[in-house]
Protein backbone atom coordinates (compact mmCIF):
# COMPACT_ATOMS: atom_id res chain seq x y z
CA UNK A 1 0.00 0.00 0.00
CA UNK A 2 1.16 2.98 -0.92
CA UNK A 3 1.69 5.73 2.20
CA UNK A 4 -0.07 8.69 1.17
CA UNK A 5 1.47 11.99 2.40
CA UNK A 6 1.35 15.20 0.82
CA UNK A 7 4.00 15.18 -1.79
CA UNK A 8 3.49 11.11 -2.56
CA UNK A 9 3.41 11.19 -6.79
CA UNK A 10 0.87 9.45 -7.83
CA UNK A 11 0.55 7.67 -11.41
CA UNK A 12 -1.71 5.61 -13.01
CA UNK A 13 -1.07 2.92 -15.72
CA UNK A 14 -2.19 3.79 -18.76
CA UNK A 15 -6.22 3.14 -18.21
CA UNK A 16 -8.54 3.53 -20.97
CA UNK A 17 -11.94 5.65 -19.41
CA UNK A 18 -15.35 4.45 -21.08
CA UNK A 19 -18.71 5.67 -19.92
CA UNK A 20 -22.32 4.16 -19.64
CA UNK A 21 -25.17 5.77 -18.11
CA UNK A 22 -23.38 7.60 -15.37
CA UNK A 23 -20.71 5.59 -14.75
CA UNK A 24 -17.17 5.54 -16.35
CA UNK A 25 -15.16 2.40 -16.61
CA UNK A 26 -11.52 2.32 -15.93
CA UNK A 27 -9.99 -0.72 -17.97
CA UNK A 28 -6.02 -1.06 -17.50
CA UNK A 29 -5.26 -3.02 -21.26
CA UNK A 30 -2.11 -4.54 -19.86
CA UNK A 31 -3.45 -5.97 -16.55
CA UNK A 32 -6.53 -7.76 -15.32
CA UNK A 33 -7.50 -4.55 -13.81
CA UNK A 34 -10.42 -2.51 -13.58
CA UNK A 35 -12.97 -0.15 -11.62
CA UNK A 36 -16.07 1.71 -11.83
CA UNK A 37 -16.06 5.11 -10.81
CA UNK A 38 -18.85 7.67 -10.41
CA UNK A 39 -18.38 11.44 -12.23
CA UNK A 40 -16.13 12.55 -8.74
CA UNK A 41 -14.14 9.43 -9.09
CA UNK A 42 -13.49 10.23 -13.09
CA UNK A 43 -12.72 13.81 -12.06
CA UNK A 44 -9.77 12.40 -10.07
CA UNK A 45 -8.54 9.36 -12.98
CA UNK A 46 -8.92 11.96 -15.38
CA UNK A 47 -6.67 14.72 -13.20
CA UNK A 48 -4.22 11.99 -12.60
CA UNK A 49 -3.90 11.00 -16.55
CA UNK A 50 -3.09 14.69 -16.93
CA UNK A 51 -0.03 14.32 -18.43
CA UNK A 52 3.66 15.75 -17.64
CA UNK A 53 5.01 15.49 -14.06
CA UNK A 54 2.87 13.21 -11.64
CA UNK A 55 0.32 15.18 -9.49
CA UNK A 56 0.94 14.45 -5.79
CA UNK A 57 -1.42 13.68 -3.08
CA UNK A 58 -1.46 17.17 -1.90
CA UNK A 59 -2.09 18.68 -5.44
CA UNK A 60 -4.50 16.22 -6.39
CA UNK A 61 -6.81 17.21 -2.74
CA UNK A 62 -6.06 21.27 -3.27
CA UNK A 63 -7.83 20.73 -6.99
CA UNK A 64 -10.64 18.50 -6.15
CA UNK A 65 -11.28 20.63 -3.29
CA UNK A 66 -11.34 23.71 -5.63
CA UNK A 67 -13.77 22.30 -8.27
CA UNK A 68 -15.97 20.22 -5.63
CA UNK A 69 -16.17 23.87 -3.32
CA UNK A 70 -15.70 21.14 -0.42
CA UNK A 71 -13.60 21.77 2.99
CA UNK A 72 -10.07 19.84 3.59
CA UNK A 73 -11.14 17.68 6.04
CA UNK A 74 -14.04 16.50 3.61
CA UNK A 75 -11.30 16.25 0.77
CA UNK A 76 -8.96 14.52 2.54
CA UNK A 77 -11.12 11.92 3.22
CA UNK A 78 -13.22 11.65 -0.32
CA UNK A 79 -9.13 11.43 -1.92
CA UNK A 80 -7.67 9.34 0.38
CA UNK A 81 -10.70 7.02 0.55
CA UNK A 82 -10.38 6.73 -3.42
CA UNK A 83 -6.62 6.34 -3.64
CA UNK A 84 -6.89 3.82 -1.19
CA UNK A 85 -9.14 1.62 -3.64
CA UNK A 86 -7.36 2.17 -6.67
CA UNK A 87 -3.71 1.32 -5.02
CA UNK A 88 -6.05 -1.87 -3.75
CA UNK A 89 -7.30 -2.47 -7.63
CA UNK A 90 -3.52 -2.21 -8.47
CA UNK A 91 -4.53 0.99 -10.63
CA UNK A 92 -1.91 2.98 -8.74
CA UNK A 93 1.45 3.06 -7.90
CA UNK A 94 4.09 6.38 -6.15
CA UNK A 95 6.56 5.64 -9.42
CA UNK A 96 5.74 4.92 -12.75
CA UNK A 97 4.43 2.01 -14.44
CA UNK A 98 6.79 -0.50 -16.56
CA UNK A 99 5.54 -0.26 -19.87
CA UNK A 100 5.01 -3.86 -20.82
CA UNK A 101 7.37 -5.30 -23.35
CA UNK A 102 6.03 -6.75 -26.83
CA UNK A 103 7.15 -10.04 -27.21
CA UNK A 104 6.19 -10.22 -30.73
CA UNK A 105 3.41 -12.51 -31.99
CA UNK A 106 6.11 -15.88 -31.84
CA UNK A 107 6.09 -14.74 -28.13
CA UNK A 108 2.09 -14.77 -27.91
CA UNK A 109 1.05 -17.19 -30.88
CA UNK A 110 2.33 -20.27 -32.40
CA UNK A 111 1.03 -20.28 -35.83
CA UNK A 112 0.92 -23.48 -37.24
CA UNK A 113 -1.16 -22.59 -40.11
CA UNK A 114 -4.45 -21.72 -41.02
CA UNK A 115 -7.76 -23.24 -39.16
CA UNK A 116 -10.05 -21.02 -41.11
CA UNK A 117 -10.42 -19.63 -44.67
CA UNK A 118 -12.94 -16.85 -45.77
CA UNK A 119 -14.39 -17.01 -49.22
CA UNK A 120 -15.98 -14.14 -50.64
CA UNK A 121 -17.92 -16.11 -53.52
CA UNK A 122 -19.24 -12.61 -55.47
CA UNK A 123 -20.94 -9.45 -55.05
CA UNK A 124 -24.14 -10.70 -56.49
CA UNK A 125 -27.19 -10.38 -54.43
CA UNK A 126 -31.05 -9.77 -54.73
CA UNK A 127 -30.76 -7.71 -51.84
CA UNK A 128 -29.09 -4.22 -51.30
CA UNK A 129 -28.18 -3.83 -47.46
CA UNK A 130 -26.72 -0.49 -46.08
CA UNK A 131 -25.21 -2.79 -43.51
CA UNK A 132 -23.33 -5.73 -46.21
CA UNK A 133 -19.99 -5.38 -45.23
CA UNK A 134 -18.65 -6.27 -48.71
CA UNK A 135 -21.60 -4.39 -51.02
CA UNK A 136 -23.02 -6.94 -52.31
CA UNK A 137 -26.04 -6.17 -54.77
CA UNK A 138 -28.50 -6.74 -57.37
CA UNK A 139 -26.24 -6.75 -60.91
CA UNK A 140 -22.46 -6.79 -59.45
CA UNK A 141 -19.76 -9.00 -59.61
CA UNK A 142 -20.80 -12.56 -60.91
CA UNK A 143 -17.49 -14.08 -58.95
CA UNK A 144 -14.40 -15.65 -58.94
CA UNK A 145 -14.69 -19.08 -61.29
CA UNK A 146 -15.25 -22.33 -59.76
CA UNK A 147 -11.80 -23.44 -60.96
CA UNK A 148 -10.05 -20.71 -59.14
CA UNK A 149 -11.75 -21.27 -55.83
CA UNK A 150 -11.31 -25.09 -56.07
CA UNK A 151 -7.31 -24.14 -56.44
CA UNK A 152 -7.31 -21.68 -53.37
CA UNK A 153 -9.54 -24.01 -51.15
CA UNK A 154 -6.59 -27.06 -51.89
CA UNK A 155 -3.96 -24.33 -51.27
CA UNK A 156 -5.38 -23.81 -47.99
CA UNK A 157 -5.70 -27.10 -47.58
CA UNK A 158 -1.95 -27.90 -48.13
CA UNK A 159 -0.97 -25.10 -45.48
CA UNK A 160 -3.72 -26.39 -42.65
CA UNK A 161 -1.65 -29.44 -41.77
CA UNK A 162 -5.10 -30.58 -40.96
CA UNK A 163 -7.97 -32.48 -41.74
CA UNK A 164 -10.38 -30.23 -40.34
CA UNK A 165 -10.59 -26.44 -40.41
CA UNK A 166 -13.74 -24.53 -40.97
CA UNK A 167 -14.67 -22.61 -44.62
CA UNK A 168 -17.23 -19.47 -44.41
CA UNK A 169 -18.87 -18.82 -47.64
CA UNK A 170 -20.22 -15.02 -47.87
CA UNK A 171 -20.75 -14.08 -44.45
CA UNK A 172 -23.36 -16.88 -43.53
CA UNK A 173 -20.72 -19.58 -41.89
CA UNK A 174 -21.24 -23.32 -42.90
CA UNK A 175 -19.18 -25.94 -41.54
CA UNK A 176 -17.02 -27.68 -44.16
CA UNK A 177 -14.76 -30.47 -44.29
CA UNK A 178 -11.41 -29.26 -45.83
CA UNK A 179 -9.83 -32.44 -47.71
CA UNK A 180 -6.24 -33.39 -46.70
CA UNK A 181 -4.11 -32.14 -49.65
CA UNK A 182 -3.92 -35.35 -50.75
CA UNK A 183 -7.43 -36.06 -51.32
CA UNK A 184 -9.67 -33.94 -53.37
CA UNK A 185 -13.04 -33.93 -51.62
CA UNK A 186 -14.93 -30.26 -51.22
CA UNK A 187 -18.00 -30.16 -49.44
Not at 80 to 88: G, K, M, P, Q
Not at 119 to 135: E, I, T
Amino acid sequence: MIALEDRTPLHLPDVCLFDNDDLTYAVDGSAPNWVVVDSAGRFLLESLQGGGLAPSFGSLTARYADHYGLGAGKVWVHVHDFLTSLDRSGLLADRPFPAPTYPGRSGLIRPDGPRELWLQLNNNCNLACGHCLVGSGPGKEIGVPLARLLAIVDRAAALARSDKARVFEETWPRRRTLPSPSGHRHG
